[in-house]
């Protein structure tokens, strides 16, 4: 048979069968031992495997396991998961099996779609208050949910969880009154234990809390506005332990928010200074400040007479090198826009004026610096007039600035229009130089009625009545001249 290959048993080297030319001895095998032909199953006696490996030894194991007592067959299929003992598992019967498929059935249904990575399915919604008007995003979260970092608060903004009316926000944007902030769940953490509620600690004498309450000139449940002595900083720096801001809590009243400072004045500029008592008023007042829709007026007594009784000063400011920022100067090339209105109340003859100011910027020293550009230092303002800024006699060598009259709107309607009374040094220079103080509050540009009266159309009527016939004459002539 060519082409395949011989059995082990078919090899040359056994010296029997057919190929080696010699007759096998009777009654004994090929190969010389007892029952070596005959096999069983594609293998010998010896257990050797006795033919050619694949189909033919395949299909010998099936003859044999087809073959049973009285030639039926006795092959049976395994039954999966049986036990290698050969033990026979017991049937599940179908009413067996309907309920584990059942809940199967029921898991994959109410299962929830797979959430993406850093993203949450469940949300919160929060309407914006009024109190939060205008304040940023991350702010908010610190005021309401302070559990929730500035870094977790970032994460959900770059993953467009963090929405506000629908739209994408960011940690800096500003909310206002009515917007609906979404807001995923945040990782649950384990309950803290209660604390008792901090009180805040004034730390201040009864007198220093006397002292502060007789400043009130004004007081509603958004604002309070005070009538700062000169000599009293703002805020604290270097050196400087009594200030304004160290004395708000004893402006708290029956509040439970501390007042906030919306806008300052320098140490020695006595008069009206605003503060907000909430957190909304604060926010409202800032902006009224920074939009320039709130109104400021300075009374001031200068040296010398200005040469326009009413005009504007326009001079660029900046930080004069050298001096730590605590001196301006006027730099055209660098400064920042600064504007500043006065008026000429009262003059007393050519050695000093008294003079309103109102700044339309907000520059540090802009009034001082202004004043003194122009030749007409503020009396006891030695640090931008010199020696040139003091009056001889009984004339304090106190500065003569003093915020006479703010004026803004209200969180709740209306206006805040409060005026400080001079301190006693200012007061008293006046009435040496002789000024009556009755002149002193003009009326700003909005608050001057220009209604036209009846002598006003008179005088309409005339200049209108000269100008016609100037205008005919002129025409006689050119008719004469042709």
Excluded: C
């Excluded at 594609?42 to 009285?70: E, H, L, M, N, V």
């Excluded at 050969?86 to 898991?107: D, F, L, N, R, W």
């Amino acid at each position: 048979m060519k082409g395949r290959p011989p059995g082990k048993s078919d090899g040359p080297s056994s010296g029997t069968g057919p190929r080696s030319g010699k007759p096998a001895s009777p009654g004994k095998p090929a190969g010389g031992k007892p029952g070596a032909g005959k096999s069983f199953g594609g293998k010998s006696a010896a257990g050797k495997p006795s033919g050619p490996p694949g189909r033919a030894r395949g299909g010998a194991k099936a003859a044999t396991a087809r073959k049973g007592d009285g030639g039926k067959s006795s092959y049976k299929p395994p039954i999966r998961g049986a036990a290698k003992s050969g033990a026979k598992p017991a049937a599940k019967t179908k009413s067996a099996m309907q309920p584990a498929v059942q809940a199967a059935i029921e898991k994959i249904v109410s299962a929830k779609p797979a959430a993406a990575k850093g993203v949450s399915l469940d949300v919160r919604q929060y309407r914006v208050q009024p109190d939060d008007d205008g304040i940023r995003l991350d702010r908010w979260f610190q005021r309401h949910l302070p559990d929730v970092g500035f870094n977790i608060v970032s994460r959900w903004s770059r993953t467009g969880q963090l929405r506000i009316d629908g739209a994408r926000a960011a940690p800096g944007d500003r909310v206002s009154d009515g917007q609906t902030i979404r807001v995923p769940p945040a990782e649950a953490k384990a309950p803290a234990a209660e604390r008792p509620k901090r009180e805040r600690i004034i730390d201040l004498t009864d007198d220093e809390i006397a002292f502060a309450q007789e400043m009130v000139i004004h007081r509603d449940a958004q604002a309070i506005v005070i009538n700062k002595p000169p000599g009293l900083a703002t805020q604290g720096g270097t050196k400087t332990d009594e200030h304004v801001d160290r004395l708000l809590d004893g402006l708290m009243f029956n509040s439970e928010q501390r007042p906030k400072l919306v806008h300052r004045l320098d140490k020695d500029t006595s008069g009206a200074l605003l503060l907000a008592r909430t957190s909304r008023a604060a926010a409202h007042f800032a902006k009224a400040f920074s939009s320039r829709t709130a109104r400021k007026v300075y009374w001031a007594l200068v040296i010398g007479v200005p040469s326009i009784s009413d005009g504007m000063i326009e001079l660029p400011l900046a930080k004069q090198p050298g001096t730590g920022g605590e001196k301006m100067h006027v730099d055209e090339a660098d400064g920042m826009p600064a504007r500043t209105r006065y008026r000429v109340i009262e003059r007393a003859g050519n050695r000093a004026a008294w003079v309103e100011l109102q700044p339309h910027t907000g520059r540090t020293h802009q009034l001082r610096v202004h004043m003194a550009a122009i030749g007409h230092p503020i009396v006891g303002d030695g640090k931008y007039g010199g020696k040139d800024s003091f009056l001889s006699g009984s004339i304090s060598r106190k500065m003569h600035l003093h915020a006479r009259r703010i004026r803004v709107d209200h969180p709740d309607g209306g206006r805040v229009d409060v005026m400080a009374e001079l301190p006693t040094h200012f007061a008293a220079s006046l009435s040496e130089m002789g000024f009556d103080l009755a002149l002193g509050d003009l009326l700003l540009d909005d608050e001057i009625d220009r209604t036209p009266t009846r002598e006003d159309e008179k005088k309409f009527a005339r200049q209108h009545a000269k100008q016609v016939r100037k205008d005919r004459k002129g025409e006689r002539r050119s008719r004469g001249g042709q």
